[in-house]
């Protein structure tokens, strides 16, 4: 079976982080396309690293090769990517990892800046923080796994998506994981 795997969620919540956990734990990620590593490895040019990304993601498509992708989820580029895959028979897996505000997303930004990672435009970060849940909601559809893991204190599984509801799988439900859940009833 060919599996993608979209490690998403807004700047600054662990998605990279994410990434390491599940690759020590899975052998099933196939190539790993992280945007921003990639970015870095060509001096921070933000065009090159997308195109390079871009170039990687088809070619894992048309070998037919497992992979994994960080993305915010933002723009249009996911959403092609995950119905060319549907097309080519992947399965597809996201897991969601979130946090429950703008601000502590941006905290951990700064932190990772002080670190010499890479930083985002407060602007941006705020944006697709508000933007959220449309961009999910406009790929959920595709997958055939959805697994929603919260990241205030390390990650923890906190509900999945099946058969169009949201699951939630403990009694201790974070906040931004309620809204989800509002937001989803409401559509």
Known sequence: MKIYTIIGG??????????????????????IIDTDKITALLGGDKIK???AAIKRINN???????????TTLSG????????RARELDYFIRLYYVGVNSADESMKRIRNRVEKGGHDIPEQDVKRRYNKRFEDLV???PYCNEVKFYDNENGFVEKAE???GELITKSKSIPEWIKDLKQYLDNK
């Open 10 to 31: 807004v700047n600054g919540v662990g998605k990279s982080s994410l990434t390491g956990v599940l690759s020590s734990e899975s052998n099933d990620l196939g190539v």
């Open 138 to 140: 406009n790929i959920l």
């Open 60 to 70: 894992s498509l048309e070998k037919g090769i497992n992979f994994t992708q960080e």
């Open 49 to 51: 690293g997308g195109k």
């Open 161 to 163: 998506y099946k058969n």
């Open 76 to 83: 249009s580029r996911t959403l092609k990517t995950i119905k």
